[in-house]
């Protein structure tokens, strides 16, 4: 059961990029996912390896709990439906969470099929974003609906590349591929959140390397190939990216100032009273004058969608997702979320994924070292002996 399981796995995460239907829809590669997801949880009530013993699992299953109750509350006093389809966004993707856990648990080398197939997914994406630009679009929204999901979408993919790597990138044609796309997707889009995001994932990549001389000359091999890379694309772009790129730039003042107003902050401030058990996704008609578009921060959203109790659980879910792990490893996860500080990136099925790679890495590696550890000596005491 768990090859076929994988098999679905792979064909649904490296279709993860391409999208058909309208945002909001299941789109082909989560329908894919389904059939992994009813197979990890048939196995599941043979065998959960654990999982609901950790931290980890058991915040992440609290939230998904709370969110619903949230969503189910409000359903009634509104008499509203609408509010139940929100859950179905957090159920589906602590499931998959879930059953990628119980997966990578059972199977050690399925850290390679996700590896592989999020590889597969960068490039799909990127063919859609040679084609955008080929077509002279200004900003690219690859193979996915708009240019926020593509950056969101390479962003998330470019952590989960390097975690399941262990923050050792291989000197391999594929793997240096899937990240040159992973950051032209990011700079076509022009999203200035995800561009800044990606700043802090390079980062963490070269912190990692800071302390190994022999990774060290690989980041300084890699980087200079890198930067040529994306200038000759750029070059045969006609200038079309950097030109993308300059133009949100001088927007950036703008933007930073209307932050409060453009993604919604108001009905934070302006309703305070929802802040405390939250007031659901949905029904937005409640918040006149400033009702329009859901707030586009995932924080901004936990906190009135969900209240206190809400965000507080989706923190708890982050911190036990990188507890005791090494700087580099927050530092890349602070990728995703400063994007998420302006846009709502809840949905975004690999963003909990990407906590899972992480969780699961640095597992992995810990257990690693506890297994390199030499043995203490055996030693023959006797009952006269002085030492303790």
């Not at 500080?341 to 990407?354: A, Q, S, Y």
Request: aromatic share 12%.
């Amino acid at each position: 059961m768990n090859p076929l399981g994988g098999v679905f796995l792979f064909l649904g995460l490296s279709l993860s990029s391409f999208y058909l239907l309208p945002s909001g829809l299941p789109q082909p590669g989560d329908i894919l996912l389904l059939p992994f997801i009813a197979i990890m949880l048939l196995m599941s009530l043979r065998d959960d390896r654990g999982l609901m013993q950790h931290p980890f699992v058991l915040a992440w299953l609290a939230m998904v709990v709370w969110v619903t109750l949230v969503s189910l509350g409000w359903s009634v006093i509104d008499q509203d439906a609408g509010y139940l389809r929100y859950p179905l966004f957090f159920l589906f993707n602590f499931l998959l969470g879930a059953g990628l856990l119980r997966f990578l648990t059972a199977v050690p080398e399925g850290i390679r099929w996700v590896r592989l197939a999020v590889m597969i997914a960068l490039l799909v994406a990127f063919g859609g974003v040679v084609l955008d630009l080929a077509l002279g679009r200004i900003r690219a929204t690859g193979t996915l609906n708009n240019p926020n999901q593509l950056a969101y979408f390479s962003l998330c993919a470019l952590v989960m590349l390097l975690a399941s790597h262990g923050f050792r990138l291989p000197l391999r044609p594929l793997p240096m591929a899937a990240m040159g796309a992973a950051v032209t997707n990011i700079l076509a889009a022009s999203s200035l959140a995800a561009m800044g995001g990606l700043c802090l994932v390079m980062l963490s990549w070269a912190l990692f390397h800071l302390g190994r001389l022999r990774h060290l000359l690989r980041l300084v091999l890699l980087v200079p190939l890198l930067v040529l890379a994306l200038v000759g694309f750029d070059a045969w772009t006609g200038g079309r990216v950097e030109q993308n790129i300059t133009q949100r730039f001088e927007r950036a003042p703008d933007k930073v100032e209307g932050i409060y107003a453009h993604r919604k902050y108001q009905r934070m401030v302006e309703f305070p009273g929802y802040n405390l058990l939250g007031a659901g996704e949905g029904n937005t008609e409640r918040f006149r004058p400033y009702h329009g578009n859901e707030i586009h921060s995932s924080f901004g959203t936990m906190l009135f969608s969900y209240g206190v109790p809400g965000l507080a659980l989706f923190l708890s879910v982050l911190l036990a997702a990188v507890w005791r792990t090494p700087p580099h490893v927050w530092l890349a996860l602070s990728g995703p979320l400063l994007y998420s500080v302006t846009h709502n990136g809840l949905r975004t099925t690999l963003f909990w994924l990407v906590l899972v790679v992480l969780w699961h890495s640095q597992r992995h590696f810990r257990e690693q070292q506890a297994a390199a550890r030499p043995a203490p000596s055996a030693s023959v005491s006797f009952p006269w002996s002085t030492e303790s």
